[in-house]
């Protein structure tokens, strides 16, 4: 099992990442916030199965987007 | 013109972002963590291979440009710090990290901070990190760490930040 992952924002430039939860406290101190958008969960699969899951989860962001 | 060391010359930073076009802007080196105080050794380089091309016409063996590779690891400290950016190179360089080392390597002495800024030449190197191992345990030794990374974008070795 990987290390469990969360999405987190820097709140200047926009981009993403996934980071374990340790690392977003540290990431915390430098305009990083994390995304409140139900996303942990999915880097936790993606963390779990690095291929196949991620494109489960493009395919089910695909269908929840319509 | 003077030879330099990297000591406080040189600025480390770590994004959790995946910059694809190898050029970082301002914001997001600020938004990198300051990995210097903790670096003891790195050694980002690019190799190159080349394919020989004899032929029977000549006792000289020509050769031709053939792929590249990277690689790219570093030894850092550990910390007892605590807070929540205690031992953050250990926190933030685990195994399976993805992110962007940003490395200035010519400093800007009596400026107080190497931090990169604009117009200053960066290397870019983005990375996954494939192992974080520790360094073995012996007696008045301080405690360190290696990490190793596979290099998945051709780096950028002079970026002029804009």
Redesign the interface.
């Known amino acids: 099992m990987g290390v469990q992952e969360v999405k987190i924002v820097h709140g200047e430039t926009g981009d993403e990442a996934y980071v374990s939860e340790e690392a977003a406290e540290a990431y915390a101190e430098l305009g990083w916030t994390l995304a409140d958008d139900g996303s942990s969960e999915e880097a936790q699969d993606v963390a779990d199965h690095p291929i196949e899951t991620q494109v489960e989860a493009t395919k089910k962001k695909t269908t929840k987007e319509g | 013109m003077a030879r330099i060391i990297p000591n406080e010359n040189t600025w480390i930073g770590f994004?959790?972002?995946a910059i694809t076009d190898q050029k970082p802007?301002v914001?997001?080196i600020?938004?990198?963590?300051d990995l210097t105080g903790y670096c003891i050794s790195l050694n980002a380089s690019a190799r190159g291979n080349t394919v020989p091309t004899p032929a029977f016409d000549s006792l000289f063996e020509t050769s031709t440009a053939g792929t590249s590779a990277a690689t790219f690891d570093a030894d850092f400290y550990r910390d007892d710090a605590v807070g929540?950016?205690g031992d953050?190179a250990w926190?933030?360089l685990?195994?399976?990290?993805?992110?962007t080392f940003i490395i200035s390597r010519f400093g800007r002495p009596g400026t107080g901070s190497n931090m990169p800024i604009a117009g200053d030449i960066v290397e870019v190197w983005t990375v996954m990190i494939t192992s974080r191992t520790m360094a073995n345990m012996s007696s008045n030794t301080v405690l360190t760490f290696t990490a190793s990374c596979s290099v998945n974008i051709e780096p950028n070795e002079a970026y002029t930040v804009a």
Not at chain 2, 30 to 33: K, R
Not at chain 2, 94 to 99: E, H, I, K, S
């Open positions: 994004t959790p972002t802007t914001a997001q600020a938004g990198a963590v929540l950016t953050i926190k933030t685990y195994r399976g990290a993805r992110g």
